[in-house]
């Protein structure tokens, strides 16, 4: 059966770089969900050079490549609400 790990899903807005749209759940099990999103740079001038992930008001990982379009968060338990959120970002 599907686990089940309720999710809520947003965008962070920054200053200078695209918003990517809300991320979409691709995959889910007891412990882990993958979201995913599309590259906010389709329809913008601005070049993102990768993404901040968060669950709840914590950053899980700054290191996500500007071609890479989704995330496995791992460790979860299930029955708990985590809120999940991508940022893009730009660096000078």
Do not use: C, Q
């Amino acid at each position: 059966s599907l686990a089940s790990i309720p999710v809520i899903m947003s965008t962070i807005d920054s200053l200078l770089a695209p918003t990517p749209a809300t991320p979409t759940v691709t995959a889910i099990t007891n412990t882990s969900v993958t979201i995913a999103w599309v590259d906010p740079t389709l329809d913008e001038a601005s070049p993102v050079t990768g993404y901040d992930v968060k669950r709840d008001s914590t950053i899980v990982s700054t290191t996500i490549a500007s071609t890479v379009f989704s995330y496995t968060f791992s460790n979860l338990t299930a029955l708990t609400t985590y809120s999940l959120s991508v940022r893009s970002k730009i660096t000078a």
